[in-house]
C-alpha cells in the first residue's frame, strides 16, 4: 500500500521561504518518479517538479525554475521541495503525487500561502 504524507506548509511573506516534506511509504524512491503539484482556487492542478527514479535528475516549469528545488533522501524515503523567493502567485495546495503502473497516488495536500 502507497501511502505519501506531506508537512511543512504555512504562512509565508512575500520573498520568504519554506520546505515542504513528502513521507513516502510502500516505494522505493529510486525506482519510481516523484512529483509535486500543486493547486490554488479555481484553478487546474499544476506540476511543479519532478525528480526520476533511477537517475534523480530533476525538471520543473517556467513558472518556478531557479526557485524551487526537489530532492530526496533514499535513506529516510521522503521526497522535500525547498521553495525560495516566494511570490502571492505560490499560494496554493501542494500535493506529493506517485504513479505506480496505471495507478496514481496523491498525498492529502499541505496549504502554502504567500502573503503580507
Known amino acids: 500500500q502507497v501511502q ?38 479555481g484553478k487546474e492542478r499544476e506540476l511543479v517538479a519532478t525528480i526520476t527514479g533511477a537517475g534523480g535528475s530533476t525538471t520543473y516549469p517556467d513558472s518556478v525554475k531557479g526557485r ?3 530532492s530526496r533522501d533514499i535513506v529516510k524515503n521522503t521526497v522535500s521541495l525547498q521553495m525560495n ?4 502567485e505560490d499560494t496554493a495546495i501542494y500535493y506529493c503525487y506517485t504513479r505506480l503502473g496505471y495507478r496514481n497516488y496523491w498525498g492529502q495536500g499541505t496549504q502554502v500561502t504567500v502573503s503580507s
Open 4 to 41: 505519501l504524507v506531506e508537512s511543512g506548509g504555512g504562512l509565508v511573506q512575500p520573498g520568504g521561504s519554506l520546505r515542504l516534506s513528502c513521507a513516502a511509504s510502500g516505494i522505493t524512491l529510486r525506482s519510481y518518479a516523484m512529483s509535486w503539484y500543486r493547486q490554488a482556487p
Open 68 to 70: 524551487f528545488t526537489i
Open 85 to 88: 523567493s516566494l511570490k502571492p
